[in-house]
């Protein structure tokens, strides 16, 4: 039979068998509760394993001052009547899952955990240590989607899917996750040339959802989501949606709506130059006090999210200015008080224009990315050079895996292309007011730049830049030595293959 033993940091840690140690921190949220403790099991045969960090409220300490549960010293078998308690990370439910269903079972049952138990939950649900403590890190959509599987045993993720109808349109596209494949599939690309409107589609879904989200009617005058439900899921909606443009002539509207109440906290934010209360763009003091603010927010309030955001930047070491900065190490061993220093003067100073957009965007997004959250990025490429843009696509596909969530990207850019899978990308074309979409012909993760861009701009390549020189030179030459000539030799393999075959097709056409 599993026991809990309750003891405080500091004291010596009990031992047994079938022991679930509970270990009080100091923590206090918001200088009102102090609920927070480590967890420690004991098996069978008396082997320690780390399981993580739950919080455990009471009803008759709500809205008490810096108080903690009344919990009982000695070996039970169950919290006490009125207490209850939440883990505070995914990674909690997995570690008690690894120990057998058995345990897992037992130990929720003993917890009296509201991930498990949604009579209890829905009890306590509103409750000010509910909303104020245990939920602190936690939302309403984790809770009851993803927390709620792994506390009963199932896989932590699930796939989802949508749709959606651009307004005065009949194509409709298709957006599927599926958490578990490779390469991943939950990042997901719109791209075509300058006007086709790819900035308004992000748009309209954003303003499509923005509508939803605060109930008024829909006359799908923006398009029109569809959410189709896999694996059984009760609810398939979005839990919240962040739009992230850092170009000074975004045509992505910077939509913004606020949680609409402590337990339901659907909301729409945005990250880029905009400044959303008045005109003008945001300067670089402005957007390192806005790094600095979450990053102290991270250090101080919420620890889950610090250990995610070091392993989100972790993804972009790869990249050398990165690398060189040593940011995940700064924030692994820094205070609050050292990165209130150091990270605005590494902001400023240290990092390139493309560089900053990359770290804040990610900080941001680890702030706001939760279950189900849709991300819809405007051109990731500006400011970004190949390298860092495939690197900053690789921590968001992470972040969302590690969430469950999913973005969309409107780009020109074939590096984009190259990290997703064709399933994963949209091509989209116009003809006066006409407009399609298409899945591309050829596989695109890891495709060459060269083949990519032929295959999404087809006739546009060959009718402009280098393209269109080699072109004039072929109609003014009638050998290939004469027309090389014209260029003094300075052309590139590709180049002279290209005016070689302009050539002799050329000589074929007269003959």
């Known amino acids: 039979m599993l026991k809990i033993q309750v003891t405080r940091r500091g004291s010596q840690v009990a031992t047994g068998r079938d022991l679930l140690v509970l270990v009080h921190e100091d923590w206090n949220d ?6 927070l403790y480590g967890v420690i099991y004991f098996d069978s045969d008396g082997t320690r394993h780390d399981i993580g960090s739950t919080k455990i409220g009471q009803r008759d300490i709500d809205g008490e001052i810096k108080v903690s549960p009344s919990l009982p010293t000695g070996r039970i078998e169950r919290l006490p009547e009125g207490t209850f308690s939440l883990g505070q990370s995914p990674q909690f439910y997995k570690n008690l899952m690894e120990q057998g269903a058995d345990i897992l079972d037992c130990a929720m049952g003993a917890l009296r955990d509201i991930a498990y138990d949604a009579t209890l939950r829905s009890s306590v649900l509103d409750l000010d240590v509910t909303q104020t403590s245990l939920m602190r890190e936690v939302s309403k959509t984790e809770l009851e989607g993803q927390f ?4 009963h045993g199932s896989a932590p993720e699930t796939v989802f899917r949508f749709e959606f109808t651009p307004s005065g ?11 578990r494949s490779w390469p991943p599939t939950n990042v997901h690309v719109i791209v ?5 409107g790819k900035s308004r589609l992000l748009n309209d879904m954003a303003l499509d959802l923005k509508a939803r989200y605060e109930h008024s009617d829909q006359d799908a005058r923006f398009g029109r989501f569809r959410s189709i439900e896999v694996d059984e899921e009760p609810d398939a909606s ?3 949606i962040v739009t992230i443009s850092f170009s000074a002539f975004e045509s992505l509207e910077p939509v913004r709506t606020e949680p609409e109440s402590k337990s339901r906290r659907r909301y729409i934010d945005y990250v880029g130059l905009r400044r959303l209360s008045q ?3 945001k300067d670089t003091p402005a957007l390192a006090g806005e790094l600095t603010k979450t990053a102290i927010m991270f250090i101080r309030e919420m620890p889950a999210k610090k250990i995610r955001w070091i392993r989100a930047i972790e993804h972009l070491e790869n990249d050398p200015v990165f690398a060189d900065a040593q940011i995940s190490q700064m924030i692994r061993e820094g205070t609050a008080e050292s990165l209130s220093r150091e990270l605005p003067v590494l902001f400023k100073d240290k990092l390139s224009s493309g560089h900053k957009i990359v770290l804040l965007s990610l900080t941001k997004l680890v702030e706001h990315v939760e279950e189900r959250t849709l991300v819809l990025i405007d051109e990731p490429e500006a400011h970004l050079h190949p390298p860092l843009l495939s690197a ?7 972040l969302l895996t590690n969430r469950n969530g999913v973005a969309v990207a409107a780009t020109h850019s074939p590096v984009v292309l190259q990290e997703v899978p064709r399933s994963c990308v949209w091509m989209l074309s116009r003809s006066g007011r006409s407009v399609w979409a298409n899945r591309p012909e050829l596989e695109t993760f890891g495709e060459n730049v060269g083949s990519l861009t032929n295959t999404v701009f087809g006739l546009e390549v060959t009718a402009t830049g280098f393209h269109r020189m080699l072109t004039d030179a072929a109609q003014r030459n009638t050998t290939y030595e004469s027309a090389l000539a014209e260029f003094g030799s300075q052309i590139g393999f590709e180049g002279r293959a290209i005016l070689r075959s302009q050539i002799f097709g050329q000589r074929d056409r007269q003959q």
């Open 30 to 35: 918001w200088w009102k509760y102090q609920t």
């Open 148 to 151: 709620h599987r792994i506390a």
């Open 169 to 179: 349109s009949n194509i409709v596209l298709d957006f599927k996750v599926s958490p």
């Open 192 to 196: 075509g040339r300058n006007g086709v």
């Open 238 to 240: 979005f839990a919240n």
């Open 279 to 281: 005109e003008g763009l």
């Open 392 to 398: 900053y696509i690789r921590a968001l596909s992470y």
